[in-house]
């Protein structure tokens, strides 16, 4: 609930941003909790669609439970791909990244750059790495727009009215992409994801998806059935011969009992004749 409070507050006092442009990549059109709405996927273009975290992450953290779609679909690519943003008048703005790992559980198995045109802005991003398993991160680019000339930093670079955004691939499996959104206005004024509750969220997030409601015997460990017993027949119980280890030296012990006495008197006798 205080995440959900948390989440309401930022987006809040980000009204200055306004979203001129929204995709959900991987998946289809999407009205967010703080009214951006997404455009669906491009059919046309290099690349996988998965809704993977859909059905093995549905309990996604970190983000409004309304938007969690954004985060469960997902473009990726075997090699470099991108999509192409229009941009018509000078002014600033931020180019909003959207991702999640819902597949891999270590760090180092994804990692790729991304470039706007041509430009590296973000390089060797391993999202496990930033926040875990299951758990939404975005990423931020500010830049800024004026007439012909397109301001990352300290890189000016030519434009001609089209932001291209690439991800790229490396030597660390495919890159990919959850959605993207471009907001016209400062860094400041753009909706952010809250704080991450604690170093241990993306275990927190391990039980969160072993509770998925929907497939309540996912992760329930089976019931094996114990096999019938034998009905039992009543009959006299029979004794066990090993119950009493004992038992066995009695007729011996009364034997020698017997027999001894009746020696010593036969002896008495011969000796007073």
Do not use: C
């Not at 002014?91 to 790729?112: I, M």
């Not at 470039?115 to 926040?131: A, C, W």
């Not at 059935?225 to 027949?233: I, L, R, Y």
């Amino acid at each position: 609930m205080l995440l959900l409070l948390i989440s309401w507050l930022l987006l809040k006092g980000s009204e200055g941003a306004r979203a001129i442009w929204a995709l959900n990549a991987g998946g289809g059109s999407h009205r967010g909790v703080d009214g951006v709405m997404y455009k669906p996927d491009v059919a046309d273009m290099p690349g996988v669609v998965s809704d993977h975290g859909v059905t093995h992450v549905p309990l996604l953290a970190r983000v409004h439970p309304q938007d969690r779609i954004l985060y469960q679909t997902e473009r990726y690519n075997s090699d470099n791909f991108g999509y192409d943003i229009p941009i018509s008048k000078s002014g600033n703005y931020v180019l909003n990244l959207k991702f999640s790992e819902v597949y891999f559980r270590s760090p180092n198995q994804k990692v790729f750059d991304i470039k706007m045109n041509n430009q590296p802005v973000i390089e060797g991003l391993d999202i496990f790495n930033k926040v875990g398993f299951g758990t939404a991160h975005d990423e931020y680019v500010p830049f800024k727009i004026d007439g012909n000339s397109l301001l990352i930093g300290d890189y000016k670079l030519a434009f001609d009215g089209n932001l291209h955004v690439e991800f790229v691939k490396t030597q660390f499996d495919n890159p990919k992409v959850n959605a993207l959104v471009l907001y016209e206005g400062s860094l400041n004024e753009v909706p952010k994801l809250p704080p991450l509750e604690s170093e241990d969220d993306d275990i927190v997030q391990e039980d969160i998806i072993e509770e998925d409601p929907t497939k309540p015997e996912m992760h329930k460990e089976r019931h094996v059935p114990e096999p019938p017993q034998q009905k039992k027949v009543s009959r006299p119980k029979k004794a066990n011969p090993y119950d009493d280890q004992s038992a066995q030296y009695w007729p011996i012990i009364i034997s020698i009992g017997v027999f001894l006495p009746t020696v010593i008197l036969l002896y008495s006798r011969q000796k007073a004749s």
